[in-house]
């Protein structure tokens, strides 16, 4: 087993500290999850964020998570040194492989940075009913701790388009955040 400053008492656990710790512990059931055990997860967060906390201020949490998530995925799961078209490339693989969503560039501005993204299949709301707003909180944080993490420019992404909303994708504006 690996050394964890946590389980010996030397400090508190963080993502960076666990994140890599899915291969151990579960021999019989493999590193997999349904979506139903991901969504039970996240939707019981939403609702103990938003009844402790209001709507607005979950939603920030969600997307700092996200964005948290996202910048370390990039560091540990991709290669930043890539060309945008092949980074991309090995973006959607990687996000297929991990079975996170299918993602698509829809447009993109090289000289801006300015992007519209698509992600289908996705395990936080694909298959949801029409709820009238975006719930894609964690993902606008992640897409913009990845864009962030390979162009070292502040990113932030915003849904616009989600299958709550009544889309069968989830569409993301992502751009570089002057205002960081």
Not at 54 to 82: M, N, P, S, V, W
Not at 160 to 178: K, M, Y
Request: hydrophobic residues 35%.
């Amino acid at each position: 087993m690996e050394y964890s400053g946590f389980l010996s008492g030397e400090g508190s656990l963080k993502l960076s500290g666990c994140a890599g710790l899915q291969d151990s512990g579960r021999e019989n059931l493999g590193a997999d999850l349904p979506v139903a055990v991901y969504r039970l997860l996240e939707y019981s967060f939403k609702d103990e964020l938003t009844e402790r906390f209001g709507k607005e201020a979950q939603i920030q949490i969600f997307r700092g998570a996200g964005c948290r998530a996202g910048t370390f995925f990039a560091k540990h799961y991709l290669d930043l040194t890539l060309e945008l078209s092949d980074f991309i490339a090995q973006l959607q693989r990687k996000l297929e492989e991990m079975k996170i969503g299918v993602l698509r560039v829809e447009e993109a501005e090289a000289d801006t940075g300015k992007m519209v993204l698509t992600l289908a299949e996705d395990a936080d709301c694909s298959g949801l009913p029409t709820l009238g707003e975006t719930v894609c909180n964690y993902d606008e944080g992640f897409l913009a701790g990845v864009l962030t993490a390979y162009t070292q420019k502040p990113y932030s992404a915003v849904e616009v388009n989600c299958w709550a909303t009544g889309d069968r994708v989830c569409r993301f504006q992502a751009e570089v955040d002057e205002g960081s």
